[in-house]
T-cell receptor, first 111, second 114 residues
């Protein structure tokens, strides 16, 4: 079936280090979205990427959408303790119009 | 921006009872609403796709007779968990699809079945 694979599952870093999570889809995506979920909370929308090769930045966060629209990454520069949480990608499957979530990457930070 | 409300936010019920969860798009029309379930420390799993005025499309492994979905209007979709059991305890989230396929999350409903 349609899948969006996300790695790594867990990442522990020292505060100030960089962090990257990757998503790969088995099928072409219409768009990909990124969400952040804090413990006990619901996923909060961060950004949506639509165009092939698109790169968007939000302060220390950089989001990329691959040329083939099958993969994406989220990179955080110089992590802060407020970045703690689980980051999910979600791809809108082209044609099927279903939003499929990756497994999430849980980020923990040592202050 | 567009908002999706979900009610109730938390519910505790006894095993065997039914629970209805409402999802409303407050300032846009959602022809499509997705229903997801999230178990602790797991990802969101799509349960069904609900289209206004038609039957919901259920994902493989999701019992349509147990999880009844109704999308009677462009602003309201409901999910009823019938004869709930402890294994149905989960976080249920609806997502309304607005213009240009933009998705809007509901805040979720935590269901605990005793």
């Amino acid at each position: 079936g349609q899948q969006v694979m996300q790695i790594p599952q867990y990442q522990h870093v020292q505060e100030g280090e960089d962090f990257t999570t990757y998503c790969n889809s088995s099928t072409t995506l219409s768009n990909i979205q990124w969400y952040k979920q804090r413990p006990g909370g619901h996923p909060v929308f961060l950004i949506q990427l639509v165009k092939s090769g698109e790169v968007k930045k939000q302060k220390r966060l950089t989001f990329q959408f691959g040329e083939a629209k099958k993969n994406s990454s989220l990179h955080i520069t110089a992590t802060q303790t407020t970045d703690v949480g689980t980051y999910f990608c979600a791809g809108l499957i082209q044609g099927a119009q279903k939003l499929v979530f990756g497994q999430g990457t849980r980020l923990t930070i040592n202050p | 921006g567009a908002v999706v409300s979900q009610h109730p936010s938390r519910v505790i019920c006894k095993s065997g009872t039914s629970v209805k969860i409402e999802c409303r798009s407050l300032d846009f029309q959602a022809t499509t609403m997705f229903w997801y379930r999230q178990f602790p420390k797991k990802s969101l799993m799509l349960m069904a796709t609900s289209n206004e005025g038609s039957k919901a499309t259920y994902e493989q492994g999701v019992e349509k007779d147990k999880f009844l979905i109704n999308h009677a209007s462009l602003t309201l979709s409901t999910l009823t968990v019938t004869s709930a059991h402890p294994e149905d305890s989960s976080f249920y989230i609806c997502i309304g699809v607005g213009e240009q396929e933009t998705q809007y999350f509901g805040p979720g409903t935590r269901l605990l079945v005793l």
